[in-house]
Every structure is written in C-alpha cells, then in structure tokens.
C-alpha cells in the first residue's frame, strides 16, 4: 500500500543549450520594468553574462539594479541587499551558483515587506512564517549542484555561528532557465563538488524515510542521469560532453525537486553544521561523507527490525547495480555501493575533511548541532559513535 504524501508546487522550468540568449526578451515581455540582478562577482566582470545581460534588458528599457554574491550569503548580506533595492523593483534575477540562488530567494521574498531575514531563519530567529506579498524570483543557475532553483528555502550561514534555511512556498521560483551551456567554462574542481553534492541529494532523498513514488521516478532519472557523466567530460568527444553538461544541469535541477518533497538524511544533516564551523565546501563535505554515512546506514538496517529496512536496503542494492555492481547477493551489492561511492570521493575530491581543519578533537560542535533538519529523514536514527566514526572516516 503505498503510504499518503504530498508535492509542492513546481515552477515553469525550460532547458536548452544557450537558451540565455532567450532571457533578456522574455523578462521584456513579461512587462517588466525595474528588476533586481543578483549574480556572482565572476559573472559580473565586464564581459561576462551578467553585464552583457544587465546591457541586454537596459536596451529593453527595464532598470537594473544589480548586486553580487561571493561565497554562502549571511543574513546580513540579504538584509543589506533588501534596503538598497528600490521600491519599484517588480521582480528578482538570480543568476549564478547555489549560493546566488539562495540570496536571490530570499530578497525576493523580503523586498515588500522589508523585514529582516533573520526573523524567519529555522532554529536562530523568531520563527516567523513569511507572510503577504513576494516578488517574483526567476532563477537561472550556472552550477549544477545545489538545486536551489527548484526549492523553497534559501540556505543563510553565519561561519562560527549557523547555517540554516529560511523556506516559505513563497520563496519557490516562478520560472527557472537550465542552460547547460554555462557548464563549458566551470571550473572542473567547482563541477565536481557541485556534481557530487547533487548526486548526493538524489541519493539520500531517494532513501529517505518521506519518499514517495514520485521522487523516486525523478531521484532515480537524475542519478541516472549522473552516471557517466564525470567520464564523459574527462575523456568523451565533444558531443558526449555537452550531453553530459545537460545531464549534469538537468540531474541537479531533479535533485532540488527531490529533496524539496522527500527530504535528505544524514549527510547532509552532518555537513550543515560542517559547513557552519569550517570554512569547506559544502559538495566536497557530502562527497566525503556519503560512502561512510552509506555504510552507517546499510549497518544499521541490516541489524533493524523496521517494516522500511528490507525496502531501503533494497534500494540501495537497485543503486549498486544502476552503477555496475555485477554481485548476485544483496550483501555484495551493497558492499558494491559503498566501494563505489568511496571511489568517486577519492577519484573528484583531492583533499579530505581535515584539509578544512576538521580534526578528532574538533568534531563536538558538528554532532551537537546536526540532529534537526535533514538528519530527521535518515533511514534510521544513528548513533553518536556512528556519527562520529564516519567524520573520522572522512578526515
């Protein structure tokens, strides 16, 4: 029988190569004519997108004002960008990274009301639900990671402090632009931990204890979409990597939609706090971390009794196969699995968590702080020492 869920709203989502070229005509004929940019420092330089785009809807007769984002926004960043924005704005551009995403949500949710962003931040601030009217945000990513175009919260951090989301149905995007092509000129190392940091998601939500029929058929595509796709870009011709640019887009696009509706696990409730106290980068924290909390979570449902242990260990071994495991047996699928996934941390991410200044000693603040949020979707509740010993396995 399968147990009663629920989806959220979607936006209107397009995908195609240089589909950018399309942007600054369709703002246009939405009727805009004062809108907010929001992209990263990079895109901004002179005769990046983003400062050809702001000359593109200048021609269109809209007004730009334009702000950038480098690194995890802050409250304050959003806050500060909120004021200077001007009162006639009628929609919010966000084009860049996750991070550029996330800031571009949240101050679109914020610029009517101008009320700060830390009242309703999960866990740090008042708590209040966001309320009355928002702007509309059209998102139009440069990574292919975080999935934020397809999400409802806007991830805010404070380093020492916090990383938390402020997430409202309010905050979804109206329109989101996929433009594979954006991919060609990022950094490998950023494509890599943007990459793994998507497939984790997919992963986890496809895993966890609110998936539903639906996010499966889309966590499955996307991690199918995944597979290849790293080797494809090392050593395809050049139409298999532009194939697997737009799998790459579309997967992590798949992966905002899946955790948006069924939530994550462990992983990502370790790597919040990580990136809360550690300056690392939030791809590479997962990526490191996903072959340990894997086997953590294999471990403890082979030893549970829960009517969803069989089911999730089964879907671990379906994923064993999807990447290659040939093994007749569940335990070898799964040890399948793990090797695997251990190997694309080792073959993409140079450096482990110690590189950031994690540490055996230094581990207490992340484990007193990862048990809200993502970690309450996890297959089974694990242990401190479980925990523990997959941050060690990761240093």
């Given amino acids: 029988m399968i147990a009663d869920f629920q989806i959220a709203n979607l936006p209107k989502i397009r995908f195609g190569w240089s589909l950018r070229d399309q942007f600054a005509a369709a703002i246009a004929e939405q009727g805009f004519q004062s809108v907010v940019l929001i992209s990263g ?31 995890e926004p802050s409250p304050e960043l959003v ?19 996750g991070s550029v995403l996330d800031a571009a949500k949240a101050v679109a949710g914020l610029i009517p009301s101008r009320t700060s962003v830390i009242d309703y931040l999960e866990g740090v601030g008042k708590g209040l639900a966001l309320e009355g009217d928002t702007l509309p945000f059209i998102a139009m990513p440069t990574t292919a990671g975080t999935g934020s175009e397809t999400t409802k919260n806007a991830v805010l951090s404070r380093l020492g402090e916090f990383k938390k989301s402020f997430r409202s149905e309010k905050l979804l995007a109206q329109d989101v632009w996929l ?41 499955w ?57 550690f300056e690392a980068p939030h791809g590479a924290v997962c990526a490191l ?34 990447f290659g495991s040939k093994a007749p047996h569940q335990a070898e699928q799964l040890q399948d699995l793990v090797d695997h996934l251990q190997q694309l941390a080792g073959t993409y991410i140079p450096n482990g968590l110690s590189h950031y200044g994690l540490n055996t000693a230094n581990l207490g603040p992340i484990l007193d702080n990862c048990r809200s949020g993502s970690m309450l979707g996890n297959p089974l509740t694990l242990s401190d020492s479980a925990l523990n010993a997959a941050l060690n396995a990761a240093l």
């Fill in 79 to 97: 806050d500060e960008i909120v004021q200077a924005c001007p009162s006639n704005a009628q929609a919010v551009l966000g084009v860049g990274g």
């Fill in 179 to 219: 433009d594979p092509s954006f991919l060609e000129t990022c950094p490998k190392n950023v494509l890599y931990t943007t990459g793994l940091d998507a497939f984790t998601q997919l992963l986890e939500s496809y895993t966890t204890l609110k998936a539903n029929p639906i996010t499966d058929a889309l966590a």
């Fill in 221 to 277: 595509q996307g991690m199918t979409l995944f597979k290849g796709a790293f080797e494809a870009l090392e050593k395809g011709s050049e139409a298999e990597r532009q194939t697997a640019y737009g799998n790459l887009m579309l997967a992590a696009s798949l992966s905002g939609l899946t955790l948006a509706n069924a939530g994550l696990g462990a992983v990502h409730g370790l790597a919040g706090p990580t990136g809360a106290f």
């Fill in 41 to 71: 420092r990079f895109l901004a330089r002179p005769g990046e997108y983003a400062d050809d785009l702001i000359q593109q809807l200048q021609a269109e007769n809209i007004r730009v004002s334009a702000f950038t984002v480098s690194g």
């Fill in 289 to 322: 971390l996903l072959a340990p909390i894997t086997r953590a979570n294999i471990d403890a449902l082979q030893q549970s009794n829960e009517p969803h242990a069989k089911p999730t260990l089964a879907k671990y071994a379906d994923i064993a196969i999807l």
